[in-house]
């Protein structure tokens, strides 16, 4: 039955091909289509910075503030500020027990391989990504 079904298929299909003529392009085609697409893609890859010039200044003059607050208050100054103490961090229980801390050696071993294998992998990905074009 199916045979059947697919040598009717087959011979229909066959005469079909037959009677439909050649198709062609119009009168430069190609060159129509490559300008189009070359006025879109100038509009699209119009490069914009993620952050403006004034977001960096900001961020510069807030951590240039930063500083020199923190410097001022652990150096001794000429305008007499108090100094900051750390030392509830030496007296801290968590800090102690960090300190104190030992990883075993199989937990060393895996993270040793863990950063071995990403350090091969990540190359590997990159070159099989470039061959793609998806970069």
């Known amino acids: 039955m199916k045979e059947n079904e697919t040598k009717q298929i087959e011979h229909l ?4 091909m037959q009677k439909s003529t050649l198709e062609t392009p119009s009168f430069q085609f190609t060159d129509r289509v490559m ?4 006025a879109q893609q100038s509009a699209v ?3 914009r910075p993620l952050f403006p010039k004034y977001i960096w200044v900001a961020i510069a003059a807030i951590v240039a503030g930063f500083t020199a607050y923190i410097w001022f208050l ?17 007296n801290n229980s968590l800090a102690q027990e ?5 990883p075993s050696k199989i937990t060393v071993y895996a993270v040793l391989l863990l950063a071995l294998m990403l350090c091969v ?12 074009g998806m970069v």
């Open 35 to 38: 300008e189009a697409l070359q």
């Open 13 to 16: 299909v066959a005469k079909a």
């Open 45 to 47: 890859t119009r490069y």
């Open 74 to 90: 652990v150096q001794p100054s000429p305008l007499n500020f108090p100094t900051l103490s750390f030392d509830f961090i030496k």
């Open 121 to 132: 992998q990540v190359p590997m990905l990159k070159s099989y990504f470039d061959k793609r």
């Open 98 to 102: 960090v300190a104190a801390f030992t």
